[in-house]
Each structure stands twice: as structure tokens, then as C-alpha cells.
């Protein structure tokens, strides 16, 4: 079947930095999206890991391992606008993770 | 440069009874997907427009369907709704051709049945 897991509820200091883990299974993978929601907002993306490795956008990094199907994304510096669901999703069309609520505490 | 717009923000529907979502893509962009987002949840797609016609489908029954005009823009139109049908409905753009992981979602229709 296709599915993806990540943790419901994440909780971390500010200032801190946090992991979002996302294991997946599909037939058909062509790569692993982020994307962030705040609440009320829409989804906005975050990035893309098409290859194994890791990929920097500013305090953002995302991880991904085909061989283990799994993958992640990393906050660093964690502000409290980083407040939001984070959704783990492979494509295509995009399939979404049920989503990581984080909550940034002072 | 417009970003995906969205109408109406809110609704409140009875059971039985149809709707209909309305979406403008983003400038430039002439694929529109939608999707359904309950509480708590993570989007789950619907279908997919491009070229005025139907290119993929979720696992959604035919109560649901759409339409894309000339211009790109869509419709989400819902029969005989349930009260399951409750749930943000999201409109995200990209264009053909272009990254198939990265689209530009509107702010949502949030539906409520009663």
C-alpha cells in the first residue's frame, strides 16, 4: 500500500533545534516533499529530496534515505513562528503524511 | 504577482443539499489540483485539472466532481453532501512542465454540514 508515518506532536525550546522523522511506502517514489502549515494558513512548501542526502535551505534541512525509506527535516535556531504542522509528502499527485504539530515553548 | 485565491472563505451546508468551491490559480500557473483536509489531518487529494480536463483522480466518489475553464480557474462541486464532508478544501496550483513536488496552495473553503 502507500503510506506515510510521521510523529503527531513534537515539543521543543526555542532557540533549540528539532527532528521530524518520515518513513514512507509506495510502489512508485520519485522523492520526499516538506511542507508547513500554520494554523488557518495553507500548506506552503519547504523543500525536496529527489536523491539520497541532505538538502540546506537556511535553518531548514531536509534528509532523505531511499534505502531505508525514511527521511527527514531538520529546524535549527527554532523560533517561535516555527509553530506550525509539518507534513511529510511524496508525489505524484502529492500524498501527505497525517502531519507533525510542533510546538516551539520559550 | 496574485498569489491562489479561494471563494467563498466559509460555508455552512445542509445535508442533501450541493456545493460549489471556486479557485483562481496562481499567475502563470495552468494545472489546479484540489484537496480535502479534515481536522487534524494531512490534505488528501481530490483530482486534478490541466487542459479543461480531468487528469488524475483520488480515491473519491463521484459525488465529487470539477471543472477548469479557459482561463485556468476551477470548480469543486459537491452532491448530495454528507456531514463527512466537512473539512477544508484546498486549491493548489503548478504548472505543467514544472517541479510536480512543489505547489502553491490557496487558503482554503472551509465547509461545514449540518
Known amino acids: 500500500g502507500q503510506s506515510l508515518e510521521q510523529p503527531s506532536e513534537v515539543t521543543a525550546v526555542e532557540g533549540a533545534i528539532v527532528q521530524i522523522n518520515c518513513t514512507y511506502q509506495?510502489?512508485?517514489?520519485?522523492?520526499l516533499s516538506w511542507y508547513q502549515q500554520h494554523d488557518g494558513g495553507a500548506p506552503t512548501f519547504l523543500s525536496y529530496n529527489a536523491l539520497d542526502g541532505l538538502e540546506e535551505t537556511g535553518r531548514f534541512s531536509s534528509f532523505l534515505s531511499r534505502s531505508d525509506s525514511y527521511g527527514y527535516l531538520l529546524l535549527q535556531e527554532l523560533q517561535m513562528k516555527d509553530s506550525a504542522s509539518y507534513f511529510c509528502?511524496?508525489?505524484?499527485?502529492?500524498?501527505f503524511g497525517k502531519g507533525t504539530r510542533l510546538s516551539v515553548i520559550a | 504577482d496574485a498569489g491562489v485565491t479561494q471563494s467563498p472563505t466559509h460555508l455552512i451546508k445542509t445535508r442533501g443539499q450541493q456545493v460549489t468551491l471556486r479557485c483562481s490559480p496562481k499567475s502563470g500557473h495552468d494545472t489546479v489540483s484540489w484537496y480535502q483536509q479534515a481536522l487534524g489531518q494531512g490534505p488528501q487529494f481530490i483530482f486534478q485539472?490541466?487542459?479543461?480536463?480531468?487528469?488524475q483522480r483520488g480515491n473519491f466518489p463521484d459525488r465529487f466532481s470539477g471543472h477548469q475553464f479557459p482561463n485556468y480557474s476551477s470548480e469543486l462541486n459537491v452532491n448530495a453532501l454528507l456531514l463527512g464532508d466537512s473539512a477544508l478544501y484546498l486549491c493548489?496550483?503548478?504548472?505543467?512542465?514544472?517541479?510536480?513536488?512543489?505547489?502553491?496552495f490557496g487558503p482554503g473553503t472551509r465547509l461545514t454540514v449540518t
Open positions: 509506495t510502489s512508485g517514489f520519485y522523492g
Open positions: 509528502a511524496y508525489s505524484t499527485p502529492l500524498v
Open positions: 493548489a496550483s503548478s504548472l505543467a512542465g514544472g517541479p510536480h513536488y512543489e505547489q502553491y
Open positions: 485539472y490541466y487542459e479543461e480536463e480531468e487528469r
